[in-house]
């Protein structure tokens, strides 16, 4: 398709250069797209704009929504992934810029967007639907289970976690908090195909909540002699432990009934047991690195501070302090965490049970050599 057919460069005879449409400014962008969000961006200098634009609405036909803006095959593909989905500030979109996103997004699927629709803001509405709706079902996610609110929720639990450790209510209360956060976040990211009754959910609640809290008052009536240090680390500990009962507790269905996977073309073959094993140990080890850095480097941080003259003379300001240096450590590892493993896992099919394997291969012979399922986050 050439420039001159679209109406952006003068034919020939009648002047070099730009034709009679004007680059777009910043000011004409549509009012719901925030300059931090379009992330196609405008390339600079006046033909660059046009020839910019040109390529985006000529290509647009071929976009698939889709398909990631980074490969997710590689470690730092999924960092910049979960970098853009995981950014803290969708959580104070509107609602009905959510619902314009899912919108954009269905259309494009569809292969009916508007007209004159660019693809950086189809880019956008596709970073607004990542981060609010489930990918199984489509629904919107609650705003606290999202993984984009991991930063504020995480940064405030954390910090006050590792300031008030000294006092038996002041653990079991943030234990509760945070086991009660961990919940509600492991359960909005659960793998949806594999529904959970609200009776398992109370009870998962529960369970995880009371091994949290025994970890946290055994351990620090164990190291009631040890170094300050180590009574520090000790809410740590506790995450780790409840982390390891939370998530599977909350996902047992899927232990139990197995997780859905599906072929290449997403068609549902069957469910798996081996596949749910392996999808929540990897979000299981993904969590814990994720607490890991700010809960054990943070307390040797806060433990030189404090011997600090001018910090003992502002201790009203050593739990905000904190809550700070949290955020700054799950800024960098929410994103990184997410992406230790790929979200959509791939397993061979000689590795799943053997029936299911037998039904695969009566149905589908030697043609499926590989089965794919979401492991959640």
């Given at each position: 398709?050439?420039?001159a ?7 020939e ?23 931090w969000?379009?992330s196609?961006?405008?390339?600079p ?13 000529a ?11 980074w ?6 593909g999924?960092?910049?992934h ?16 959510l619902?314009w996103?899912?919108v ?10 508007p ?6 803001q189809l ?9 609010a ?9 609650n ?31 943030w ?6 956060f961990?919940?509600?976040v ?13 009776r ?25 002699r040890?170094?300050?240090?180590v ?11 409840a ?8 996902r ?7 997780i859905?996977v ?19 140990t ?27 003259h ?6 009203v ?11 700054c ?8 965490a997410c992406g ?37 986050l």
């Amino acid at each position: 398709m050439r420039l001159a057919d679209l109406g952006l460069v003068e034919k020939e005879g009648r002047g070099a250069g730009v034709g009679a449409v004007p680059p777009p400014r910043s000011s004409s962008r549509p009012a719901r797209f925030p300059r931090w969000a379009l992330s196609g961006g405008i390339c600079p200098g006046t033909r660059a704009t046009v020839l910019c634009i040109s390529k985006m609405e000529a290509d647009l036909s071929g976009f698939n929504i889709d398909v990631p803006r980074w490969d997710q095959r590689t470690f730092l593909g999924r960092v910049k992934h979960f970098l853009n989905i995981t950014d803290p500030r969708t959580v104070f979109v509107s609602e009905r810029e959510l619902d314009w996103a899912k919108v954009m997004v269905e259309k494009s699927r569809m292969g009916v967007v508007p007209p004159g629709t660019q693809v950086e803001q189809l880019l956008y509405a596709k970073k607004l639907y990542d981060s609010a709706f489930h990918p199984d079902t489509g629904e919107k996610m609650n705003v606290i289970g999202r993984m984009s609110f991991q930063l504020p929720g995480g940064m405030i639990i954390t910090g006050f976690m590792l300031q008030f450790y000294r006092t038996m209510p002041a653990v079991i209360f943030w234990q509760w908090v945070n086991q009660s956060f961990n919940a509600l976040v492991n359960y909005t990211n659960r793998n949806a195909a594999s529904p959970t009754s609200v009776r398992q959910m109370v009870l998962s609640y529960f369970t995880a909540t009371t091994t949290a809290v025994a970890t946290a008052v055994g351990m620090n009536v164990l190291t009631k002699r040890a170094p300050p240090l180590v009574g520090r680390w000790v809410p740590f500990a506790a995450v780790a432990a409840a982390n390891c009962v939370n998530i599977p507790m909350m996902r047992q269905q899927e232990l139990i009934q197995g997780i859905c996977v599906k072929d290449g073309n997403q068609n549902e073959i069957g469910h798996s047991r081996r596949a749910a094993a392996i999808g929540i140990t990897q979000v299981v080890i993904s969590r814990i690195t994720m607490a890991a850095p700010g809960m054990i480097l943070l307390p040797v941080i806060m433990e030189r501070l404090e011997k600090l003259h001018f910090m003992q003379k502002v201790k009203v300001l050593h739990a905000p302090l904190q809550v700070m240096l949290c955020g700054c450590f799950l800024i960098f590892m929410v994103p990184v965490a997410c992406g230790l493993f790929p979200q959509i896992c791939e397993l061979p099919v000689s590795y799943l049970e053997p029936e299911l394997q037998d039904t695969i291969k009566a149905k589908y012979a030697e043609l499926v050599p590989h089965v794919y399922f979401n492991k959640g986050l």
